[in-house]
């Protein structure tokens, strides 16, 4: 099982990023697919979420309106599109994989770095 974030790097402030997170090794359509992030210092957050079939997300008020979470089944991957980024924006990112029926799993990726700086 593998979920691999990829994407992440510097940026200017108000600027943009995609993020991606291919995964393999599980029936990816079975999971509903969340991104998190950490800062130096602080606890791992929820930034957004969707479900494993069809268009429902959930965000964190502190990206509503600036990020868009989205998936491609057929691929096995899931993408997080930033916009308006912010110095406070910056942390690792972390892809995570949820299934809870008929079984409880989850499984994290490893993170990309994203650094929003002038």
């Known amino acids: 099982v593998q979920l691999v974030e990829s994407g992440g790097g510097l940026v200017q402030p108000g600027g943009s990023l995609r993020l991606s997170c291919a995964a393999s090794?599980?029936?990816?359509?079975?999971?509903?697919m969340s991104w998190y992030r950490q800062a130096p210092g602080k606890e791992r957050e929820l930034v957004a979420s969707?479900?494993?079939?069809?268009?429902?997300?959930n965000y964190a008020d502190f990206v509503k309106g600036r990020f868009t979470i989205s998936r491609d089944n057929p691929k096995n991957t899931m993408y997080l599109q930033m916009n308006s980024l912010k110095p406070e924006d910056t942390a690792v990112y972390y892809c995570?994989?949820?299934?809870?029926?008929?079984?409880?799993?989850?499984?994290w990726g490893r993170g990309t770095q994203v650094t929003v700086s002038s």
């Open positions: 995570k994989g949820d299934r809870y029926s008929p079984f409880r799993r989850s499984y």
């Open positions: 969707i479900i494993s079939v069809g268009s429902s997300t």
């Open positions: 090794g599980f029936t990816f359509s079975n999971y509903e």
